[in-house]
Each structure stands twice: as C-alpha cells, then as structure tokens.
C-alpha cells in the first residue's frame, strides 16, 4: 500500500527562529521517511505519495526556505532519477532540486494574494527523459496568520445629531474591514471602541454603530465634537492588530433659545421732516439659534405709536425697522413711546414649557423741530369763472401757513411760466385770486396756474400749488324734454302710481355737471288726474291723483311739466307730455291703446284679439264665397240655345242593343213629365222654401216638343257622343215647368236668425263681442216687430 503524509506547517512571520518553530518541520521529514521505509518493497512509488502540504507565509526561513521533499521507490540513490515540476509558480515561486526531490519556495507567500497553488510532479530516467511513474499532482495550501490590521475603508466620517438629544440617539455607523481569513482563529474578528470622544458619544463593540452618551448637549455651548474610534481583530485580545479613524460630529441647532432685547429700553430722534415709508430707527433682538429657528417676528404692540409707526423684519440680519406711516410734525406732537414685541416665527412645541419665546422692549422716538417752508391747506385748488366776466373780479383764494414755532409771515405770488399772458392777479397777502381780462370758453377751457408761497422771515424756504380754473360756459339754452316720451296710464291704476319717469336734456356745456328741476305750472297746479315728482337726480316722474280712469271718457290727456337748470342764468322752458289711457293686464302690462279696443273687456290680450279679428275675416270670406257659388250655380242652371248643362248617366257594363232596346232605360220619363217626383230637390244649390203649386206643363206643349227635337238632333250630329245607347237629361223651363222657376230675383230669402247668447259662456274676453252680435240681433228683431207693427 502507498504512505500518504500530509503535515500543516504554521510558522507566524513575526516569530524568530527557534527549536520549537523547526519541531514541527523536522515531524513532518520524519513522518516522510516512515512512509517510505514501509512501501519501500514496492517496485514501483507513486509521487502522490509522501506529500506534506506546507502553509508558509511572510518571512519564514531565509530564502529560498524548504517545502517539503519528492521521492519515489525506483529512486536507488544511484541518481538514475530525475524529478521535475510544473503548474502554478512552479520555476518562479517553486523549484526542486531534480537529483533529491527537494522543494523550496524562491519567495515568501501571502495568503491574502494568493490562498493556495496547484502543482504537478513526476519522476523521469536522467537518460532517457522516459516518465518512471505517471504525473501527480499537488495542492499547497498558504495558512493565514494575523498580519493584516482592520482597515477603515470610508474614513474620516462626518455626521450630524440634534442638539437636546436624549441619551441612545443614533448618530452614525462605522465599519472596519480585516484582511485575514475570517474562517480561521480570530484574525478578522473586529472590536470597535473608543479612544477620544467621551463621555459623549458611544459605540456599540460589534456593530460600530455611535450613539449619544450625554443628554442635553447644547449647540450654543459646543457645536462640533471629534471622536476616534478604533478597530482591534483577534476579538480585542492582546496583540491584536488595530486601525482608528476619526468620526467628526456636528450637533444640528434646534429652537431652545428665545430671542432677547439687548437692552430693555431703546431713544430714537427722528426730524419732523422724514418721508412717509421710510425707516426712522432699528433695534434688534438676538436669538442664540441658528437659521430659520433665529428667524425673528416684531410687532408693536397697540398703544401710542401704533397709528404713527410700523415696523418689520430685515431678513438679512434679524433687524426690526421702524417705519413711518404718517407726516410727523413738532408743532403737533414731540414724541412718541411704544412697545415693541420679538418673537421667534418657528416655534418647537418640545420647548415650550421652558417659557414664553418672545421678550419686549420701550420705543421713545424724540421729533425734532425743522424749519420748514408754508404749508397750503389743499393739496390742489378748482376754482369756476364763467367767461365774459369783468376784469378784476375774485374768483377765489389759497391759504398757506406757516406750521413752525416762529410762525412767520407768508406771502403769495403766481409762477408766470404758468401764465404767461397775465389772466389772472393774486393778492400777496390774502391770497385772493382775480381776473386781469375777459376770458373766452372758447378760445382757453381750462387754465392751470402755480401759486408760490413764501416765507417772509426766510425767503428761501417756498412752496407750491396747482389751481385750476375752469371757464363755464354762460347758460343760453333752455333745457327740453329727453325724449317724446309715450306715456300711457292703466285704466286699473290706482292712486299714487309712478306711470312714466323722464328725464332732461340741456345744449349747454358742459353736459355732467348740469343738474334740472321738475314741476308742474302754475296753470295746471289743481290738476286732478297727474302731478309731477321730481326724484333730484335729473330725472322725474308722473304720479295719478286718482284712479278709475275710462277710454269711453277721455282717452288722451295733456300735462304740462315746467324744466328748469342750475346754468348762468337759469333757464326753463315747459314740456307737455301726452297721456293716452289703455287697456292693461292685471300685473300692468300693457294690451292695446286703440280706439277699437274700447268696446273690448279690460282683460283681452292682444293674441286673442288677433284671433278673433281672424275668425271675423274668414267667416265673412266663407259667406262671400257661399253667395257667390250659390248664384254661380243659379246662372249656369238657365237655359241657353248654344250652352246646357246635361246630366250624362254612362252605364259601362254592358253593350247596348241599340234603339230597339227599350230595357236598359225608362223612356217614359221624357215622354211624360208627370213622372217626376214633386219632393225631389236639385243637389248642386240650396233648397228653399216651397211655394205653392204651380200648375205642370202640358205634355203636348209645342215648345218642349221643339226644344227635344232639336237636342236630339244635335245629339245625332255630335262626333264626340258615345255610340252607345245614353241617357241624356235637359232642364228646361217653360210655362207650367214643374221645377218651377231657377231664377234667384223671385227666390224667397231665408234668413236664419242665429242666437249668439253663447258666446257669453266662452269667458269674458268674449263678452264684448257677444254684446256686439246681441245688440245687431235685437236691432234686427225690433226693426222686423216695426215692420210688423206698419
């Protein structure tokens, strides 16, 4: 059987060389050389056997330094044998003595860089170079030691914590990283500790991660805090290999602080000249945070000043200015004192039961006295002159003081720039304006003058002022009616209804400022039926003074109304305006105001009247055409020589037998004319009354006889007859005629009289009408009765 030897040499690079380090080498030769006394009769020895894998690492023996040793059975000593090796660092990082078998490692070895190499062996004869044994291959496997320290690899850290934290509050995680093996001993096993930075911060020893160790620790007092930190392997034991890193720790402001007032009373002095909007003063509270928790709100708190001063916040530095909201003025007042508030604008809640975040201080602001120019008691001055007034006359004044504690005199002038051609004159002292000449609408509208005011005691101190002065156009139109107003009044209006509002119109100019006055004339004050309100806005308004009104009675009604201007010199003149009475719905709206309408109810609108007219038109349009067709058929019902009418009854059937058939048709009924009936009336006219007998017509007449001769003759002739048998009928009237007379001049006229009392159940828009047709139809009774009566 083969000897396999395989002995782990560790050998720690830092070590010296002594007896106790090569005990285990000289083990391993001897395990070797055990192995091959026993297999020492085998003919034939394998190279895999007698390996021993050495773990060699850093500075172990002086190069080059012993491995292990090949050897094989046919190997007698005689060096007949040579040994050869190959693979991974084999000639660079491995030889072998090729006569011994012999390995030695040309360099040191780390595990780190490489953990192992795979190498191949085989006997060959010296001569021949023929493999005595097939090729084996071998692992040599680098044992770790502990020759790599912890490593942090993301050093130096910055991280960051709210200040006021409790204790345990996470700051941040740091990790070290160990080269060795992890698998084997404690090499890469990593402790975390701290070396500066207590008692502040903590670190957990196995997951590095640093939390706070020291509660309340105040940004305003230390900001920035740097902590070492260090990473030991072999779990901390001593002589281990360790690594530090630096963890730079910034404590984050929070608002705990409250602004304060440097002191608690603040004096300004302010010239009573400052302009409104401008800053006349600055204080400052400091707040001890940082950023937006620093960030200061003031506010003035309600009392002396708060009418006078505002004040806000400069957001560059926390300042509060103070502005001025209105004119000061010593001569008024001299000082001022108020409160001023600051507070925080973002508060933390977690704080607040420390106290109020906010502090007050006194504001006394001193006016100064300035010497200042006059004053004008306008800002502007509009004075009014009508043109073509006198030269000389006053056309109003200015006023302007002086407001200093000298209280100087002031004297007035007119800029002439501003007047160039001299219209107008100032009193220097009373400050009167006047005219210097006639002045033309016309020609100039509007003149706009400056007025100087200066003081006496120092002339240089002046102000000024605009005035205008508008030339009015003199009144010479009289005002008028806006419009020809139709006005109407409801025959339902009840007293004291408004039923008409006008207004005015003037020619004058200009037209905006024109204000009239409305009322009736003295002529028409005891007028019973309308007056005149005026409403003083240029408009007025037609009033009733009772009610009742009546279209049957009066329908139009004239009211004077008197207008008069406000111009120079007024004017008036006297408009009438016409009052028609109508007929109304019950809500006012207006139906008609016609004459027509008179006869009809209140309540009828205008859709049904039109309808009615309507109805009106085609009944009287059907009785038209009714007499006209009724005397149309009379006439075409007379007998002529040339143009009859016939009755031609075709029968179709059947063919007829000619003349000898006397079947088909009763020709006794031309023969006797006694035949037709009396009660049989004609179709195509209105029957009327019948009158008494007639006596009949003699058969044997001789003018019948010729009218049949004659029309059958023409019936003979006639190409366009039927050939057929046909019966032909022919009216004629004769002496005796039994259809009596068809003339319509001795007709009876049959008058129906129709009774239109039902037209009062349609409603009361139909009852005037119904009176209408009541009152023809009781006129045409009492006129038969009086006939009658004759």
């Known amino acids: 059987m083969p000897c396999y030897a395989s002995v782990n040499l560790a050998i720690c690079s ?48 002086p190069l080059p330094s012993f491995v292990s040793q090949l050897h094989t059975d046919l190997d007698k000593g005689d060096s007949s044998v040579k040994y050869t090796l190959s693979g991974e660092g084999a000639g660079s990082i491995f030889t072998i003595d090729q006569t011994t078998g012999d390995i030695h490692a040309l360099r040191s070895l780390d595990r780190e860089e490489k953990p192992y190499y795979t190498l191949r062996a085989q006997a060959v004869d010296i001569d021949t170079n023929i493999p005595l044994e097939p090729e084996s291959e071998f692992v040599i496997k680098v044992q770790d030691i502990n020759d790599n320290e912890p490593k942090f690899l993301e050093g130096p850290y910055t991280a960051s914590v709210p200040e006021m934290s409790p204790v345990g509050t996470y700051v941040t995680q740091v990790t070290a990283t160990d080269a060795d093996d992890p698998t084997y001993g404690n090499s890469a ?16 020893p196995k997951t590095g991660v640093i939390k706070t160790a020291l509660p309340n620790m105040d940004r305003e007092v230390k900001e920035e805090y740097q902590v070492l930190i260090q990473a030991k392997d072999m779990g901390g034991q001593l002589g281990g290999l360790a690594g530090t890193t630096i963890v730079n720790i910034t404590l984050s402001d929070v608002n705990d602080n409250p602004p304060r007032f440097s002191k608690s009373f603040f004096h300004l002095r302010v010239p009573e000249s400052s302009a409104m909007g401008s800053a006349v003063g600055r204080i400052k509270a400091h707040d001890l945070d940082i950023g937006r928790n620093a960030e200061v709100e003031y506010t003035i708190v309600p ?35 108020f409160k001023v508030e600051a507070s925080n604008a973002h508060l933390d809640p977690r704080f607040q039961s420390f106290g109020a975040f906010k ?57 002439w720039k501003s007047d160039l051609d001299s219209y107008f004159d100032i009193d220097p002292v009373e400050g009167t304006i006047s005219t210097n000449e006639l002045l033309d609408r016309e020609n100039i509208a509007q003149h706009n003058i400056s007025v100087v005011a200066t003081k006496l005691s120092d002339p240089v101190l002046t102000s000024r002022v605009a005035v205008t002065v508008h030339v009015l156009d003199i009144n010479e139109f009289p005002p008028e009616l806006a419009s020809p ?122 859709g049904a009247l039109i309808a009615i007219l309507l109805c009106i038109v085609i009944l009287l349009v059907i009785v038209v055409l009714y007499v006209g067709l009724r005397r149309q058929k009379k006439k075409e019902t007379l ?13 179709y059937d059947d063919e007829g037998g000619g003349e000898e058939d006397t079947h088909a048709f009763d020709m006794g009924t031309l023969r006797n004319p006694k035949v037709v009936k009396e009660n049989l009336y004609r179709r195509d006219i209105k029957p009327e009354t019948q009158r008494g007998p007639r006596p009949p017509a003699s058969q044997d007449s001789s003018n019948i006889r010729d009218f049949i001769n004659q029309r059958l003759k023409e019936h003979d002739t006639d190409n366009s007859a039927p050939p057929y048998d046909s019966l032909a009928t022919y009216a004629y009237e004769g002496d005796g005629s039994v259809a009596e007379s068809l003339s319509s001049i001795e007709s009876l006229a049959v008058d129906f009289e129709e009774d239109y009392d039902y037209l009062s159940d349609w409603g009361p828009h139909f009852k005037t009408l119904a009176g209408i047709f009541g009152e023809q139809s009781e006129t045409h009774s009492d006129s038969t009765n009086t006939e009658n009566m004759h």
């Open 639 to 651: 007998m002529s020589s040339k143009e009859d009418i016939r009755d031609n009854v075709i029968h």
């Open 303 to 337: 009392g002396d000043g708060g009418a006078m001063f505002d004040i806000t916040t400069n957001e560059h530095n926390q300042e509060g200015m103070i502005i001025l909201k209105r004119p000061l003025d010593y001569e008024t007042k001299k000082a001022y004192t």
């Open 485 to 606: 107003y139709e006005t109407f009044v409801c025959e339902n209006a009840k007293v004291g209804q408004v039923i008409q509002i006008f207004s005015a119109k003037d020619q004058d100019l200009p037209s905006a400022g024109q204000q009239f006055s409305f009322r009736t004339s003295k002529e028409d004050v005891k007028n019973k039926n309308f007056t005149v309100r005026d409403f003083g806005n240029n408009t007025a308004g037609i009033v009733t003074k009772r009610s009742g009104f009546r279209r049957r009675l009066q329908e139009i009604y004239f009211l004077p109304v008197v207008i008069e201007d406000n111009g120079y010199p007024p004017k008036s003149s006297t408009g009438t305006l016409t009052i028609r009475v109508c007929g109304c719905e019950l809500d006012g709206s207006l139906l008609t105001c016609s004459a027509e309408a008179i006869f009809l109810p209140v309540g009828l609108s205008t």
């Open 14 to 61: 830092e070590s010296p060389i002594t007896p106790s380090v090569l005990v285990p080498f000289y083990f391993c030769l001897c395990v070797c050389w055990i192995c091959f006394l026993l297999d020492s009769s085998s003919p034939v020895f394998s190279l895999n056997h007698y390996l021993c894998q050495c773990l060699h690492s850093a500075s172990f023996f």
């Open 189 to 204: 096993r990593v402790v975390y500790s701290i070396l500066h930075g207590q008692p502040y911060f903590s670190v957990d």
């Open 359 to 415: 502090d007050t201080a006194t504001v006394k602001i001193n006016v100064l006295d300035v010497d200042e120019p006059p004053v004008f008691n306008k800002p502007s001055y509009v004075m009014d002159v009508y043109e073509d007034t006198p030269a000389g006359t006053i056309i109003g004044a200015v006023t302007a003081q002086d407001l200093d504690a000298s209280s100087s005199p002031v004297r007035y002038s007119i800029d």
